[in-house]
DNA sequence: GCGGATCAC
DNA sequence: TATGGTGATCCGC
């Protein structure tokens, strides 16, 4: 039918504009045909397999997420109630695991070094972790909830995934007595004295408690008109036969038996239960309804990053493309097709339909185990082979617990400058003892020393994992080759044997054999130090070999913070990370702040102060940046519907604002903004970005955009001489400037930028004169934009703006049809 | 199989 | 002064 034709051009049309390549001037550069007939046929592809998807979604699974609130902290404020009303956190001066909802209100969150913490709550107590009291109380909970999925599924201690599917229908027919709980209130003496809202057993007064459950305690209100929820009489509570009712009878188990709340999200699916259950934390539940369009609009402006599974690099590399909230990655499907691998998009595909598990996959098996030790500085190689020792001996041990022997022993280091290092072997068969394990593990650490030597590795971690577990297959063989081998009255030691005898030749080697490359004053040095490590290696090793952090000294108080309780006003705060002041900034502000400071390991000092305008500017830029999108992103409401191609073309109204978006960026540059964050937390991004990159847009009046950034000759080394192919142009780019052709892409991406460019004569002088073309291969493509990706698509120039499309609307339907 | 990275808890 | 430990997975090589 022609009208199809009509149909399928406009479609076209509209996916070339949106990718920015429908001006046969500015887009089709390096495009001939075929190409662009590629890049539809991907974006086909992509959805067609999103229509595949939605026709497969199923909503027939009514799974829970259970989530402990505040889960060892709970457990500490239970058991003492002198730390009710304090603000506590579960860890220690290093490292904390939980903290209190007191405690949050100071910012004290989880995986928040102690120290820090304490600066930001003086008054905070620090509790040491008791795991054996936590996996007790966790044994009771996860006792109810075999009530209600035998086969559920725990995360961790306080995380639980139930299908409670099967359990819904059969509660149907149950008579109200199986429904009937009774309430144990505690101590009636005490409660007297209680307020109704402190009449509670829980130890956690939640001041934002989600209505439905408010107050502890007295969990259901008696004159609710709703009918799923329970009645209460007497003392006791019948429950009702609805997912929500379940859920609200498991946390109302739960308390009752533990004296602690849990929070809960209902959904189709684990990945939207896992969200929900976010939703009313603590100490409430929320609901998605089991239809598409409940999911859908729950997904709707829902940020991808609440997604388990879209972490920090995620969302920074996605928030690169414009893409905050699920609608946008719904919206980019086939960008991202083009952008990440096929898990990935897939991935993300599935999260931007609102997909997920519908069942519970049983645990597999465990794929490795490991140990590792963070401590002070560690310089030394012998103390290093002896706490590699040690590690292997906790390793064993642990192995030995589960009866696993593996074939892979990898070592972990880092050094003081954080930089994360693993070194892996696999032998022949399977290892288990300490003693095979550090023959392994030896090994690699010493490869390791001797790669820097002469200087020392300054060392403040270290880890031995196992892995390559056999599986059934691979033990049958085994034992069959092994019984074999005897049969055949062969006189060869047992496999193990023989690795040992491998390794413990390998520890006398002479240090020439090893590193051959080495000069004579190196091999000189490296032998007397051999001669040192084997004079030691049959030392007992009960020394103490890993140094325990100086106890924790109270910094001085800030007082800033004690009045930050009670108050949300804005008012200047000292962050305990940066020092900086932060002046009129809520205290909410102030702990994204905070956050901000935290976030990212302080890699390499050195780095920092090399280039440290750089730095700095590179951090205001991408923090005005971002703080842009999300501002953006938000005041403009989305209306894309998740199969509907509402969101096939940006309209050029948002040409300008893009334009003006990098002069706003220049000018934010050199206005310094964003002064009082540190630049150490940023190194990780800065670092491709220190090289040699001008970016020059220029028209013919003369008039430019300019960019410069300087060149740092320590960093230029690290460039590589990469032939950079655009995925999306298939040009080869000049540069090797990684950020430089992260944005190159993204321009590419967004050709309507260089159309407005090209509106006033503006070219950019950074595209290839020559048109030398890449092989054009999809392997090709592959490649380079993998490697984009994995170098961190730290994008901080140009953004496109997301604007309701007004652009003709086309469904995948008809489309197809 | 190795090594770097990301992620969750 | 000081920033964790364990397990899984992905991806390029």
């Not at 239970?78 to 009710?84: A, I, T």
């Not at 001066?93 to 070094?113: D, E, I, K, Q, W």
């Not at 491709?688 to 060149?711: F, I, P």
Request: charged residues 30%; neutral net charge; glycine residues 4%.
């Amino acid at each position: 039918m022609d009208s199809t034709k009509e149909k399928s051009d406009d479609y076209k049309d509209d996916l070339l504009l949106r990718m920015g390549l429908n001006d046969n001037k500015a887009g089709m550069e390096g495009l001939d045909k075929e190409k662009i007939n590629k890049i539809i046929m991907e974006a086909t592809k992509v959805d067609r397999f999103a229509m595949e998807l939605e026709q497969s979604r199923d909503l027939n699974n009514t799974i829970v997420h259970i989530d402990m609130d505040a889960f060892y902290a709970a457990v500490e404020m239970r058991d003492n109630p002198e730390l009710k009303k304090k603000p506590i956190a579960v860890g220690s001066v290093s490292m904390l695991s939980t903290s209190n909802y007191h405690a949050r209100r100071f910012g004290v969150r989880a995986a928040m070094p102690g120290f820090i913490a304490k600066r930001l709550c003086p008054q905070l107590i620090i509790v040491p972790p008791n795991f054996d009291k936590y996996r007790a109380v966790s044994k009771e909970v996860k006792e109810i909830l075999a009530d209600y999925d035998p086969n559920f599924m725990a995360m961790s201690l306080d995380e639980a995934y139930l299908n409670i599917t099967k359990h819904l229908q059969e509660r149907q027919n149950w008579p109200e007595d199986k429904r009937k709980y009774f309430i144990k209130t505690g101590n009636s003496a005490e409660n007297d004295k209680l307020t109704e809202h402190e009449l509670s057993i829980s130890p956690l007064l939640f001041e934002d408690s989600p209505p439905d459950l408010q107050a502890p305690g007295i969990p259901f209100q008696t004159n609710s008109e709703e009918q799923n929820n329970p009645q209460i009489l007497q003392n006791s509570v019948v429950f009702g036969t609805s997912a929500e009712e379940v859920v609200k009878e498991i946390r109302f188990r739960i308390e009752q038996k533990t004296t602690l709340t849990a929070s809960a999200g209902i959904a189709p699916n684990t990945m939207l239960a896992k969200v929900c259950s976010d939703k009313n934390k603590p100490n409430g539940q929320y609901q998605i309804l089991p239809n598409r369009q409940a999911v859908k609009d729950f997904i709707k402006d829902l940020p991808i990053r609440k997604i388990s599974g879209i972490g920090k690099v995620t969302e920074k590399m996605l928030k690169a493309l414009g893409i905050i909230t699920c609608t946008e990655l719904y919206q980019q499907r086939a960008l991202l097709s083009l952008l990440f691998s096929e898990t990935s998009w897939h991935y993300f595909l599935h999260i931007s339909l609102g997909l997920g598990s519908t069942h519970l996959e049983r645990d597999g098996e465990r794929k490795s185990m490991s140990v590792e030790r963070t401590f002070s500085e560690i310089s030394k190689a012998e103390e290093q082979y002896s706490l590699c020792q040690e590690l292997c001996s906790e390793l064993a041990h642990d192995l030995q617990k589960e009866g696993l022997k593996g074939r892979t022993v990898t070592i972990k280091l880092k050094n003081v400058n954080f930089e994360v290092k693993t070194r892996a072997s696999t032998v022949s068969s399977v290892v288990s003892t300490a003693e095979e394990i550090f023959a392994v593990a030896k090994d690699l650490l010493r490869t390791e020393i001797d790669a820097d030597f002469p200087h020392p590795l300054k060392l403040r971690l270290m880890g031995v994992r196992i892995s390559s577990f056999p599986n059934e297959e691979d033990k049958k063989h085994q034992q069959r080759s092994i019984i074999g081998f005897l049969q055949a009255r062969n006189q060869a030691l047992p496999a193990s044997g023989c690795v040992l005898e491998k390794t413990d030749k390998d520890q006398f080697i002479k240090p020439q054999e090893i590193t051959p490359q080495k000069s004579f004053f190196d091999k000189k040095r490296s032998e007397m130090k051999w001669s040192h490590q084997d004079a030691c290696k049959c030392e007992t090793l009960n020394k103490q070999s890993v140094h325990t952090s100086q106890p924790f000294q109270v910094s001085k108080m800030n007082e800033n913070f004690e009045a930050a309780e009670n108050s949300d006003s804005c008012q200047i705060f000292t962050c305990p990370v940066c020092f900086r002041e932060q002046e009129n900034i809520s205290l909410e502000a102030f702990n994204r702040h905070v956050d901000a400071c935290l976030r990212g390991p302080s890699v390499s000092e050195e780095h920092a102060s090399s280039s440290e305008i750089n730095t700095k500017e590179n951090v205001h830029h991408s923090l005005s940046l971002s703080e842009k999108q999300t501002s953006e992103t938000h005041e403009n409401n989305i209306e894309v519907t998740l199969v509907d191609y509402e969101d096939l073309a940006e309209t050029r109204d948002n040409i300008s604002t893009k334009a003006e978006s990098i002069d706003a960026l220049n000018n934010k540059e050199r206005e310094g903004e964003y002064p009082s964050l540190p630049s150490k937390s940023f190194n990780m991004e800065c670092f491709h970005q220190n090289s040699s990159c001008t970016v020059s847009l220029e028209n013919q009046d003369g008039r430019s955009l300019n960019r410069q950034k300087s060149l740092q000759p320590h960093f230029q080394e690290m460039i590589t001489d990469q032939a950079l192919v655009c995925p999306v142009c298939n040009l080869k780019q000049k540069t090797s400037d990684l950020s430089l052709f992260n944005m190159h892409v993204d321009v590419c991406l967004n050709k309507d930028i260089i159309q407005e460019m090209r509106k006033d004569k503006v070219n950019p002088v950074n595209q290839p004169k020559d048109n030398s073309r890449s092989t054009g291969s999809s392997d090709k493509v592959q490649k380079m934009v993998t490697r984009t990706k994995r170098t961190g698509l730290t994008t901080k120039y140009s953004r496109s703006k997301k604007i309701k499309p007004n652009h003709s609307k086309h469904t995948l339907d008809l489309f197809f049809k």
